[in-house]
Every structure is written in structure tokens, then in C-alpha cells.
């Protein structure tokens, strides 16, 4: 048998050879494997989307339980409440009409529960110090509206006779002195609404009125009933962004690298030299975009908008070298390069970079409610549309770092994205915010079939100029 | 293997059951691997434990290049070399100067063998020259790539693996002729 034949035969029969394990062994090498992970990028995923999610069901429950509305009816339109906008300010009621019931209404409040009724009915009030004639005749209504109000919710189920009748009555009871001289209007209960009617007096009926302590003066037929402030928060805002800063790109297997140069030790076998991924540090990196934000309440709303984003992260590298290697680059199949670096090593310094348009969906919260520096955290979730990008790919089976394009790179990509800002100067509706702005990349910035893993982070100053809405 | 990509993007999220999966489809084979390294099962199964616990925890490693079998099997070869470095398996038999005579017969013996058969009887080569053997003749390495790994001279790499071959060479007849007594 000839040496050459000898060792043929012997390697075909050994690779051909398969023997079973114990099962015991599965079991143990269990007992060693780290506990299954779940999936953080679903994880991720969840938390931004309960975050959404509870920011829109915050404010839709806020809007369908707030829904304040003001609208002066004009002539003729007394019973109306389809045509309510609630934008529009409440319209000047003019002189006197022929249709004493009419000429008596100063508004229509509209409400699905007590609590924001009587907010604007206070702030009407407040609105109302100033004792001019119109400010009292509606201050004097009001006072008989609350007591109505106190009607509406506790008879609503009793008819809108009853309950009119009853606060005219009460009325009567409690100031029989001051209120028998006047005829007093008949506020109506109109389903939710409230219908606020002028009472007709005259001069001398009202001055003996001390339902409030009132220096009463003239009275004039037009009465105008001010806007109720929320109504200005339902407006949309617009804003410019920039931020600067630092980006770097963390990756998941230089730490497993480094465990493999222990594992293997001074073993140097082919593809498993186990060698250290180059040392990655930050890079400029900045992005400028527009966002929109709509207000869900007084200190929570959301936004979104798109950006232009550019992410950087310095690699430093070993010696370079000038030869053919054949990279491998999975399912993208294999090309040959020309030039490529040692790994290790100080003397070579490349920055890579991505170029992409980002697409965030943001929830504000104003944490800190104050004039001066108010507090504003922000949360959101943020898409990546890559438009192109230049990398270092590190190749540990070999140990060697190669120059690459973004075809290594999921084209989409998601972030986390955190931030405060606080306000630095306003004036009408314009402002300018900045403040710390944070985000993370979820997943991994590689494609899947070259298994490699890579997140990009990016720490900076965020600046914000916002023209209307709040 | 079916989905073999899926399988691997499902071991490193760290799911059980694709690594189970991985476990059965080469298991069989590595255990082989690592038999031939070894001197019993039992040794031959902790470096295939030790073995795959390595694979699983430097999954990310592999790009893909090269079929993941080949990948697994030189993390076995690794191992196994660890294993054997560890009980200083090397230095304890390279030294033992065992050379029997060389055969004379030119007749083809090995057809007649079962691949189990020959694995136990290269089993019973000194460690030392089992593992020459081994990475020499399965595994493909030059002396020179052997000395490196083994940390011994290429020369010594070269003479040990003479030895083992003529070793082999007799127990191999050995085995035939009792073989076909048997029958």
C-alpha cells in the first residue's frame, strides 16, 4: 500500500464516520448557554409602540372629555348646535331684536361633563373683573348659571321644566328681597348645553341685585362672551431643527473577539486567529429637519416630520496593506479588493459615515410647567432611510478591516430617540428650544446574512425654532 | 441542512430550540472528530460539550464564508487541542519511543475495515502521535503548520507521524487477519 494511498483512504473513511452523543451531552452544554434572550429589538419595539400608543389614547380621552365648545347664537339660531365650531369665536350679539328670546342669549356652552364647563364659566369670570357694563351683565348671569349647573347635574334626568323652574324658585328663596322686583330669565337645559340668556332688566332692577357684590353701571344692549382659552391649544405648530454632536458605532462583536483571543490562546489555527476588532470612536455628526406637532393637551403632544441625518465613527486601524483579498460579503456574493488594513494597530485612522433621511414620530411632555425655562422631555421612534454610506467591515476570521459601501447595510433602519429641551426666548409664537438629544439605533445596522452586529448612536445638542402653535 | 441561514440568525437571538436544532445535525459528526483526538467517549464528549458551548457563544464570528460544518469542526479541532494541552497529553507520550517494526504487506487491509474500527485503532496511538495522526492526515496541516500549533519542532511533527503510520500500518493488518478469522 503506497503512503499516499494509505492516508486517502484513511481521511475517506474518517470523514464519512458519525457516532452518537449521549443525550446527556445536549443537556449539559445547556446548563452552560446564556438563558434565551428575548428579542430586544421586538422589545424595543413594544416599549415605543406602548409609548404611542398611551400618548394618543391620553389625548383622545383628554379631547372627548374637554370638549369645550363657545359659539354666540345669533338670531333665529337659538336651538341649533349643529353648527358649532370649536375654533371659531363666539360672535357679538347686536341690539336688541324683535325676538325677545334671541336678543337675550349671549352664548351657547356646550359640554360633555361639569368639570370644563365650570372652567370656562371661571374663566369668563376672571375674564369679566374688569366692571364694565357688559363684563356684569354676564358676570350676573353667570352666578345664575352656576346655580343651574348645579341643576343640570343633579336633576338632568327630571326635564328641562323642572330644572329651570327649580333655579328660578331658588333664586326667589334664597334673595326674596333683591330678586322680587325682577323677572327672571328661564336659563334652559338643552341636552348637554346651557343655554346663558340676558335677563331683561332694567337699571334700577338690577342695582338692588347682591347675588354679587357689584358696582353696577349702565347697562348696554351688546354683550360679548370672550373665547375660552383652550381653544387656542388645538392649533398645530411648526418647527425647524438642527442638532450637532458626536456619533459612534457600537459593535456587538468586538467584545466576542477579544473573549475569543482567551478562549484560543496562543493556538494560531487558520480562520479562528481570534484577533481584536479596531478600537471605534466618535465623529461629528449632525442632522437638520421640520417637524409638525399637534398639542393633545396643555403640557403633551405629538409630532413628527423628516430630517436629514449624517452619522460618523473613526476606526482606528493597522498598517495598510496592498494586495488582493477576496471579500465574502454573504448572500451580496464576493468581490476582490486591492487594498486593506491589519486590524490592530494606531497607524491609519478612517471615518466612516452614512448619510440618511430620518422620519420621526416623537411624544413631547412638558415635565417642567414654569414662565421662565419650562421643561419639556420628548421620547419617539425614528425610521432611517439610508441614501449612502461609507464603511469599515472587520473580517475576524482573517483579522483584517476592508473598506466598504452601503450595500453591507440594511437601506432601513430604526432608532430610539430621547431628549429635554427648554425654552430660550419667545415672542408671540415664535420660540427657540434646545436642549441634550440622544438616540439609538435598534437592531442591526448590517444585513442579517452576514451576521454581524452593529448599532449607531449619536449624543448631541439639539436647537429648535418653532413658528406658531403654542 | 434546510434554512441553514434561518436556523443561525435564530441561534444567535439565543433561541433554544434552533440551537438544539444545530446540536443534532452535527453532532454526530463532531463527536467522530472529537473520538479520534480523545481516548474514550467519555473524553470525546466533554470536548464536544466544551465544544459547542464555544460555537454557540462565538456564532456572531462566523460571516458566513465557508460552510458553517467545516467552521464547527475546526472549533472541535481547537478544543480537542485544548483539552489535550490541558491534561498535558502531549508531553506526556511525545516522548514514548514505541516503534515497532514496519510492515511488509502490500495488500490493501483498510478496505476490509469499519471506519468505528479504524478510529479505535488510531485511538490507540500514543497521544502524541494520535494527534499528529489526526491533524496530518484528516485534518490536512503541513508538519510545519503542526509544529506551530502543537509547539514543537516540524522535524519532531514529522518523525512522530512517521511512527504513528507504521503503528498503524501493523494494527491495521492486525486487525484485518482477526477480522477475517472471525468470519
Not at chain 1, 332692577?205 to 383652550?230: A, F, G, Q, Y
Not at chain 1, 471605534?280 to 398639542?295: M, R, W
Not at chain 1, 452619522?311 to 448572500?331: C, D, F, H, K, M
Request: hydrophobic share 35%; net charge positive.
Amino acid at each position: 500500500m503506497d503512503q499516499h494511498n494509505f492516508e486517502t483512504q484513511i481521511k475517506n473513511q474518517l470523514d464519512g464516520l458519525a457516532m452518537s452523543p449521549s443525550p446527556m451531552v445536549w443537556q449539559r452544554i445547556e446548563r452552560q448557554l446564556p438563558n434565551q434572550k428575548r428579542s430586544r429589538k421586538g422589545a424595543w419595539l413594544a416599549i415605543a409602540a406602548v409609548l404611542i400608543v398611551g400618548a394618543l389614547g391620553a389625548g383622545s380621552y383628554y379631547l372627548l372629555n374637554n370638549n369645550v365648545y363657545v359659539k354666540g347664537i345669533t338670531k333665529n339660531q337659538e336651538k341649533s348646535t349643529s353648527t358649532i365650531n370649536p375654533i371659531s369665536k363666539p360672535s357679538i350679539i347686536n341690539n336688541r331684536t324683535t325676538n325677545k328670546r334671541n336678543k337675550n342669549i349671549i352664548a351657547k356652552i356646550t359640554t360633555q361633563s361639569n368639570q370644563p364647563l365650570k372652567k370656562a364659566i371661571d374663566y369668563i369670570n376672571t375674564k369679566l373683573a374688569n366692571n364694565n357694563d357688559n363684563e356684569i351683565f354676564a358676570k350676573k348671569n353667570i352666578m345664575r348659571y352656576n346655580k343651574n349647573i348645579h341643576h343640570t347635574i343633579t336633576n338632568k334626568n327630571k326635564g328641562n321644566e323642572y330644572t329651570a323652574a327649580n333655579s328660578a324658585k331658588d333664586a326667589l328663596r334664597k334673595y326674596p328681597t333683591e330678586a322680587k322686583n325682577i323677572p327672571l330669565s328661564e336659563p334652559r337645559l338643552e341636552k348637554s348645553s346651557i343655554v346663558m340668556y340676558r335677563p331683561e332688566l332694567t337699571l334700577a332692577d338690577i342695582s338692588n341685585i347682591k347675588i354679587m357684590v357689584l358696582n353696577l353701571k349702565k347697562v348696554e344692549p351688546t354683550i360679548t362672551t370672550p373665547p375660552i382659552e383652550s381653544h387656542k391649544k388645538q392649533t398645530m405648530g411648526w418647527s425647524m431643527h438642527m442638532t450637532n454632536g458626536v456619533s459612534w458605532q457600537a459593535n456587538k462583536s468586538s467584545n466576542i473577539a477579544s473573549t475569543s483571543a482567551v478562549d484560543y490562546g496562543t493556538i494560531i489555527y487558520g480562520n479562528m486567529s481570534g484577533g481584536k476588532q479596531p478600537t471605534q470612536k466618535t465623529a461629528y455628526a449632525y442632522s437638520v429637519g421640520a417637524n409638525v406637532s399637534f398639542p393633545l393637551s396643555d403640557r403633551l403632544s405629538v409630532g413628527g416630520g423628516v430630517s436629514y441625518v449624517s452619522l460618523s465613527t473613526r476606526v482606528q486601524l493597522g498598517e495598510a496593506i496592498n494586495a488582493p483579498y477576496v471579500v465574502n460579503q454573504g448572500n451580496q456574493g464576493s468581490t476582490t479588493i486591492y487594498s486593506y488594513y491589519q486590524a490592530e494597530g494606531t497607524k491609519n485612522t478612517y471615518t466612516t459615515q452614512q448619510q440618511s433621511l430620518q422620519i420621526p414620530v416623537s411624544v413631547e411632555w412638558e415635565a417642567l410647567h414654569q414662565k421662565h425655562f419650562p421643561v419639556w422631555l420628548t421620547a419617539g421612534v425614528s425610521m432611517l432611510k439610508q441614501i449612502s454610506a461609507s464603511d469599515i467591515l472587520y473580517d475576524p476570521t482573517t483579522n483584517v478591516s476592508h473598506k466598504t459601501d452601503n450595500t453591507t447595510m440594511n437601506d432601513i433602519q430604526w432608532q430610539l430617540t430621547f431628549g429635554a429641551k427648554t425654552t430660550l426666548w419667545q415672542k408671540n409664537k415664535l420660540s427657540v428650544q434646545a436642549g441634550p438629544y440622544y438616540e439609538v439605533g435598534l437592531g442591526n445596522i448590517y444585513k442579517e446574512s452576514l451576521l454581524q452586529h452593529g448599532n449607531w448612536k449619536m449624543i448631541g445638542l439639539k436647537a429648535q425654532f418653532n413658528f406658531g402653535g403654542k | 441542512m434546510p434554512d441553514q441561514l434561518q436556523l443561525l440568525k435564530d441561534c444567535l437571538k439565543g433561541k433554544r430550540e434552533a440551537q438544539r436544532k444545530l446540536y443534532e445535525h452535527f453532532a454526530p459528526l463532531m463527536m467522530a472528530v472529537c473520538y479520534r483526538y480523545t481516548k474514550s467517549k467519555y473524553e470525546a464528549e466533554d470536548v464536544l460539550q466544551e465544544g459547542f458551548v464555544k460555537v454557540f457563544n462565538n456564532l456572531d464570528q462566523f460571516k458566513g464564508e465557508g460552510e458553517i460544518g467545516a467552521w464547527i469542526r475546526r472549533i472541535m479541532v481547537n478544543t480537542a487541542l485544548n483539552y489535550l494541552r490541558t491534561h498535558q497529553k502531549y508531553r506526556q507520550d511525545a516522548d514514548v519511543d514505541m516503534v515497532p517494526e514496519r510492515a511488509s504487506n502490500d495488500e490493501n487491509p483498510l478496505a476490509s475495515l469499519q471506519a468505528k474500527q479504524l478510529a479505535d485503532i488510531i485511538q490507540r496511538l500514543p497521544t502524541g502521535y494520535q494527534t499528529i495522526f489526526n491533524l496530518y492526515v484528516v485534518e490536512g496541516y503541513s508538519h510545519v503548520e503542526i509544529g506551530e500549533m502543537l509547539g514543537i519542532d516540524a522535524g519532531t511533527s514529522r518523525s512522530q507521524y512517521l511512527r504513528a503510520r507504521v503503528m498503524l500500518q501493523k494494527w491495521i493488518e492486525e486487525e484485518t487477519q482477526l477480522t477475517t478469522k472471525n468470519q
